[in-house]
């Protein structure tokens, strides 16, 4: 069938749909008109409803391709004689189906908000059917990372995310959740839940939560609610789950999160020491308790609720003793694992831990998804880090093992710029995973056009480079160890081609501003490790040498090497939020210099995000 003379003709739909179907069927007729010179024409069927939509060269609908897509799928395209059917499982699927309809005959989008209409687009529609690997493919972010209090910083930030929650529905992407930390004072961003809606994707909320779900004033009447650490009572934990405590949750959460469908209920984003040792409580693992909490919450919330249970930090082993009840999923987050291997590379000892974790979490839970920090600019302290093999090898392994879903941390447009090719292969490896290893030369050619083939070997250059530091959590924290500063010596030798690589990209015509851009990153990601590098001479090779100050002082200031990109590109959370993290960073090396020891390491995730 020809979509170009179905463009001339008539687009049918359900006369009573959902919101996301009409999404479907106006953008459906707004790029037929771009593509072809023409819309359709629009025709509710009296008294239809479900979720397709059919285009026919004239009125006639009666060879329309009835029903649901077959199991197993989506959403399906079904071209026939009469015209062309597009039917989905859900409303979402109907939004999924029509992007994959305009993005085979050659449209393609960036999560930037840029788009590329073919010259001259293909009118061959043939059938497809979208089965993805994963049931659930969600993006992540935190709360504060949107300003909300200060509303010239959120309004900065506003219209990126939309066009990044346009490019989540064109690449099939199930949903956003909204991280709430312990400091946060709203549950989303009001703004952006209307476009969510629209697109049919999933609100989901929650996060590190537990201090807003018991209120920390009810420390005073009733301490036993709260954790006993170290021998008292404390309210800077999360909760005594063998109190009272449970009943004040779950009362909390009901008008929380009354009509949210995905409820994530996690605890402090600490470390260790969040979780009670009373008497009755001693013999639980953190796990444990984590599971107590959620289990209560998933019963009150009732059936058509997914609460989940995040692995992460203490409670990334599986719980011992307590059982998940049935609307109770696993999150698994191994933060501390290494990115410079695949989670199942079995030569990596500290994968090999975080795996077997994943894999005990499978054997207890009916239903386990992974949280995954591929665009974390907190973990890679900003710098430039491409991770798309790594990506690309992982979901492979949590496709096979059995993973229902997948969720990427993201932090606004600073994550596109820093870990664009990993934003992409994410993105493309939730659908198929041997997908994702596209995501490089994608990414490449949509950013950078004529210096996309330069550009994309610098990012393979730049992606073995930097797999030397990705091995021990927070590039700024390094364990003071010599394998570590020569590590760090590597990628420095590495730089003099990496800026080769970027200058072909130059001599290949790559837009200036993105190559300005791209460079700052570079000489930003070099100067932090150079920092850390003299930091570790000071504190291993010669310790207690009186350059280490010279070094954190250089951390702190590397940030100004970034100071001429513009907002634009590299977000709110660029021009505001790493500074903040860097003096962060500069303290702790700084508190470190003192203590400094072999095999030592601070995380400083929950203070960074706070």
């Keep these: 069938m020809d979509l170009g003379r179905l463009a001339a003709g008539v687009l049918h739909?359900?006369?009573?749909?959902?919101?996301?179907?009409?999404?479907?069927?106006?953008e459906l007729r707004r790029y037929l008109a771009l593509l072809f010179g023409t819309a359709p024409t629009e025709r509710p069927v009296a008294g239809g409803s479900g979720t397709w939509l059919r285009l026919t060269l004239t009125d006639d609908i009666v060879s329309r391709a009835a029903g649901l897509p077959e199991a197993g799928a989506e959403w399906a395209i079904v071209p026939d004689a009469g015209g062309v059917t597009i039917t989905a499982a859900a409303p979402r699927g109907l939004v999924a189906g029509v992007y994959a309809l305009l993005e085979a005959v050659g449209c393609e989008w960036s999560a930037d908000g840029r788009e590329r209409l073919p010259p001259a687009p293909s009118r061959e529609v043939r059938a497809i059917e979208g089965r993805p690997a994963f049931a659930r493919r969600a993006w992540a972010s935190d709360l504060g990372t949107w300003h909300y209090g200060v509303p010239a910083r959120l309004a900065e930030r506003l219209p990126s995310d939309v066009a990044f929650i346009d490019w989540m529905a064109r690449r099939g992407a199930t949903g956003l959740l909204f991280i709430r930390a312990a400091n946060d004072t709203q549950w989303s961003v009001p703004e952006l839940v209307p476009e969510l809606e629209r697109r049919g994707l999933t609100l989901e909320l929650g996060g590190h939560v537990l201090t807003e779900l018991l209120p920390r004033a009810l420390f005073a009447e009733h301490p036993e609610y709260f954790p006993m650490i170290e021998g008292?009572?404390?309210?800077?934990?999360?909760l005594c789950p063998s109190s009272g405590a449970l009943a004040v949750v779950t009362e909390t959460a009901r008008a929380a999160f009354a009509g949210t469908t995905d409820v994530h209920v996690w605890g402090l984003d600490a470390m260790g020491g969040g979780w009670c040792g009373c008497d009755r409580c001693r013999l639980l693992t953190p796990s444990d308790q984590a599971l107590l909490v959620c289990n209560a919450v998933a019963e009150a919330l009732g059936d058509g609720v997914r609460v989940f249970h995040l692995a992460y930090h203490d409670t990334l082993e599986a719980p011992r003793t307590v059982r998940p009840l049935p609307g109770v999923t696993a999150e698994f987050a191994p933060r501390e694992r290494c990115y410079a291997h695949a989670l199942d590379d079995a030569g990596c000892d500290t994968n090999r831990r975080c795996r077997a974790a994943f894999e005990q979490h499978l054997e207890r839970f009916s239903s386990v998804h992974i949280f995954e920090y591929y665009g974390d600019a907190i973990l890679f302290g900003g710098c430039a880090v491409p991770l798309v093999d790594v990506c690309a090898a992982d979901l492979a392994y949590y496709q096979r093992a059995g993973a229902g879903g997948v969720s990427c941390l993201t932090f606004g447009r600073f994550s596109l710029l820093a870990y664009g090719t990993n934003v992409e292969a994410f993105a493309r490896g939730a659908i198929r995973p041997a997908d994702a290893r596209t995501g490089r030369a994608t990414h490449c050619a949509r950013r950078f056009g004529p210096g996309a083939d330069a550009m994309r070997r610098y990012v393979a250059a730049l992606e073995a480079a930097m797999a030397r530091v990705v091995t021990y959590g927070d590039i700024k924290v390094p364990p003071a160890r010599e394998a570590v500063r020569v590590a760090l010596g590597h990628v420095l030798d590495a730089v003099p081609e990496l800026r080769s690589l970027l200058q072909d990209a130059v001599s290949a015509g790559a837009p200036d501003a993105e190559l300005a851009a791209e460079r700052a990153l570079l000489?930003?990601?070099?100067?932090?490790?150079?920092?850390?590098?003299?930091?570790?001479?000071?504190?291993?090779?010669?310790?207690?040498?009186?350059?280490?100050?010279?070094?954190?002082?250089?951390?702190?200031e590397a940030v100004e090497l970034l100071g001429t990109v513009p907002i634009e590109l590299k977000g709110t959370w660029g021009a505001y939020d790493l500074e903040i993290a860097n003096a962060f960073y500069a303290a702790t090396l700084r508190s470190r210099l003192v203590t400094a020891r072999p095999e030592t390491h601070v995380s400083g995730r929950s203070q960074t995000r706070a």
């Design 523 to 556: 000489e930003y990601t070099v100067a932090t490790l150079a920092a850390l590098r003299g930091w570790l001479d000071a504190v291993v090779a010669q310790p207690g040498g009186a350059d280490a100050e010279h070094a954190v002082t250089a951390l702190t």
């Design 13 to 26: 739909r359900a006369e009573r749909e959902t919101a996301p179907a009409a999404f479907a069927a106006a």
């Design 232 to 238: 008292a009572r404390s309210d800077l934990g999360n």
